[in-house]
Each structure stands twice: as C-alpha cells, then as structure tokens.
C-alpha cells in the first residue's frame, strides 16, 4: 500500500510502527456552527482510509479531535449570550449527526480540548525546560528557530518566512524574541474562558492542542496524521516542532493532506461566505450521493462543487443500486453451485476485478479509479448474471460489489421500503397464526417486519404499527 507523504513529497510504501496496527490522527473541526461540505471533505476521505486499512486486516486506533476552545467560538457565545461550552456542545452534537449521515464512522476517540489541559500545560512546561519555549507577560511562546527542523512539512525556508512574517507582526506580540516564534499559552482576556497554569489563568494555543492529544492517545509516535491542505502551515509544522521537540521523537511517518473542495474555483469556506453546510445539502439529496461525489475525485486534486457533478454521482449511485437490487431479485429465483463455464464468464472476471479495486486503492488511495471498478462490475453483473445463471454467481457478484461499496462507505443495497399495505397483510398473517397458536410463524413475522424497520406493538385494541 502506497501513500503520498507531505513530509518527503513521494508515494512511499506503507510499513506501520507495530506490525497489524495503524495509530492515526485528524485534525477535527472547530465547533462553532454547523460543519459546511468542505469540512465533510477530510472527514469522508480519511474515514475512507480507515475502513479501507480494516479492511486489508489493520487495527486501526483513530483518533480525532474537536477544538473546543477557539476565538471563533468566543465570538459565537457572546453573540449569544451563552457560555462558550454550551456553543461547542451543541455543535459537536450537531457535527455527529452528520457524520452519521455521511457514515463517517465515530473515531476510536474523539477528545475535547478542553479536556486535556493539564497534559498541554505540562507538554509546554516541558518545552520550557529543555529551552525550546519562553514566557512573556503571561504568554508563552515557542522558539521557533531553536527547531532545527522547522519547514521540513511545508518545504519553506526560514529566511523567506522571516521576510514573509516581519510585516505581519501582531500587535502586542513585539515582546517575542523572533517574529517566528508562535504562542503555546495566551493569558485570559475579560470574558473568555481560562484555566489556572503556572503563567497565570489563560488558554492554550490551536497548535498544542494537536500535540498533546494525539500524544496521549495514540503515544509520542504516530503512523498518520492527516487533515486538509490548508493545515501543512502553519498548524501541523507547529505540530511536528512541537512534539518532536517535546519528545525527541520523529512524530509521524506519513502526513497525509486532502484538497480543497471549491466553489467556483474558489476555497469552500465560512470566512467567504460560499459555502454549504451538510445540512443544506441534506435537503436536496441523499447525504450517500454527497459522499459518492466526494470519493469520485482523488483527495489531492481540487474538487469543485457544482450540482451538475452531484447529478452524475446520483445516477451513478443509481446505477450500482438498480444492478444489486437485480441481483437480490435473482437469488430468489436461481439456485445450486458454480455452473460449467461460469468460472470464466464470472469468477474469473469477478476477481480479476476485485484485485484491480485493491491495486487503485493500494495506490494511494485513488478512489476514482476504484469507482471505476465498481462500475465495471456492474456491468459484469448486468451482463454476465442472467436467469441461465446459478445462485452461487448472482451471490458472488452481489456480495463483491457490496463489499467494495462498503469499503466506500457506500450503502449499495437499500432496504427497500413496505407499503402500508404490505404491512397490514403480515400484520393479519401473524395474527392468524398466533391464533392458530403457530408462534413460531408469528415470531418469524415479528422479527421480519423489525428488521425492515416496522415496530409492532400488542395493545389491547389490537396490534399497531410504527416505522423505526
Ligand atoms: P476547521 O474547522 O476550519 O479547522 O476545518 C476542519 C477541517 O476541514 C480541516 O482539516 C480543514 O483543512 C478542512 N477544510 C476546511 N475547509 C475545507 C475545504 N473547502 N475543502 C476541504 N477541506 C476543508
Ligand atoms: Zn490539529
């Protein structure tokens, strides 16, 4: 398995620090409003990377984080009125149901930042002692070009970043010692939430956060950390001399960053104000489709957002969902073993098919190409799988393609819905056979009508009847 690494700029063989066992963080988002589809980006990508890594026979321990404690966030609770925790809380909240919509499968674990501040404030202590971060007034700052290595994620010099920095100097930030240092711990301003620490009551910064968490979790060497494109600088390179600096330790071996999703050709984001949430997009389409399109482009190329895009995923969603629904229909029908002939009209192509799904993937995973073979053997299915065929073949075909859509975390098999009817009329059956004290039969029906969702219930009217 390849992947391309920011750090060395290559696709580099995948080899984990512990044999079977993947230890992987995402940067996760800032909860102060409801996540817009460029934030769903990383999120379906890298959630695709897992299920594909469990898939090959990894552990996979992910990790990824809310940021809790943000300026933005601050902003958000005075607007209204409210405490800052509340904001986050709400949002987080928020942001899980869509992942849910999206089949973004929860993390291992999804720490809190705020959570975790006696592990940031002694990683900064840390720093301090071995020279790497020095307080000013009550904030704390790293020493940036003590980090010998600083630039090597993002490839950027340190003299062009002192030129590109000298003119961007904040305010209140003259007391640094360099104009590159960044700060570890700001001191508590009116109004804001703070924590006792031994440089008073304040926050910690954005880029410690990451630090200590992933440190805490996963431990001081990770295999992957990942986020989107707009992280390399300054965030994960603060990461990376931060935790190496703290634990003299590479921190991790492969640094993997999505694209941009663009409007227009322009970055989705809040602070443009082109952007839409998933919950606008859930208004119109089936979040499976947004997840569909999103996987339809590789993660490194930029991909724009526009609804005709979204059609084609749909119908190419469709496409997979009409042939498996065939399929189901057949097994009903067809029966017995693998038939003469059918290893080469079926098998043969199937695995053929299978392996080449694999080597897209292995390939850093290039999930377009993957798409592809999906498609691919939907034809084969549609083709090749006929009423002359035996159950052993529309089994294998269903049952392949499902499994690649499942590594997708694509649903390729929709439950298909009963009509009101339909249920009525089991409804009648059972109680005929509870009657005919057949309960067997009635339990059988019960437990049916659950699995498609329908709730019975016995009261003393009679039984009714509720979708899940
Ligand atoms: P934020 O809440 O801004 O920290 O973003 C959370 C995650 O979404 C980060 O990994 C960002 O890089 C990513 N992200 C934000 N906007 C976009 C976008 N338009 N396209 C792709 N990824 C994005
Ligand atoms: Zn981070």
Known sequence: MKIYNTLTKKKEEFVPIEPGKVRMYVCGPTVYNFIHIGNARPMIVFDTVRRYMEYKGYDVNYVSNFTDVDDKIIKKANEEGVTAEEIAKR????????MEGLHVRPATKHPLATEEIGGMIEMIQ?????????????????????FKEYGKLSHKNLDDLQSGNRSLLVSGEEEKE????????????????????????????????????????L????????????????????????????NGKEFAHYWMHNAFLNIDNKKMSKSLGNFFTVRDIEEKY??????????????????????????????GLERIRTAVSRLVNLTKELQGD????????????????????????????????AISVIFEMVKLANTAVTEESSL?????????????????GIQGQVQEELLDSEIEALIQERTAARKA??????????????????????TRQGVTWKRA
Not at 189 to 198: D, I, R, V
Not at 349 to 367: I, R
Request: charge should be negative.
């Open 437 to 458: 004290r057949d309960f067997a039969r009635a339990d059988a029906i019960r437990q049916e009508l659950l699995e498609k969702g329908i709730i019975l219930e016995d």
């Open 126 to 146: 840390e720093l301090m002692e071995k020279g790497y971060a020095y307080e000013k007034n009550g904030t704390v700052y790293f020493r940036t070009r003590k």
């Open 338 to 369: 693998w038939k003469e002939g059918e290893m080469e009209t079926v098998k043969e192509p199937l695995e053929a098919l299978a392996a080449k799904f694999d080597e897209a993937m292995d390939d850093d995973f290039n999930t377009a190409d």
């Open 286 to 315: 089936d979040l499976q489709v947004l997840r569909f399109f999103m996987l339809s482009a590789h993660y490194r190329s930029p991909l724009n957002f526009s609804a005709d895009l979204m059609t084609a995923a749909k119908n």
């Open 392 to 408: 052993a073949a529309a089994e294998a075909v269903r049952h392949e393609i499902l499994t690649l859509c499942d590594i997708l």
């Open 91 to 98: 949002y987080i909240a928020e942001c899980k149901k869509d």
């Open 219 to 246: 431990g001081d060497q990770i295999d992957i950390h990942a986020g989107g494109e707009d992280l390399v600088f300054p965030h994960h390179e603060n990461e990376i001399a931060q935790s190496e600096a703290a």
């Open 178 to 217: 360099d104009p590159l240092d960044f700060v570890l711990w700001k001191p508590k301003k009116e109004g804001e939430p703070s924590w006792p620490s031994p440089w008073g009551n304040g926050r910690p910064g954005w880029h410690i956060e990451c630090s200590v968490m992933s440190k805490k979790y």
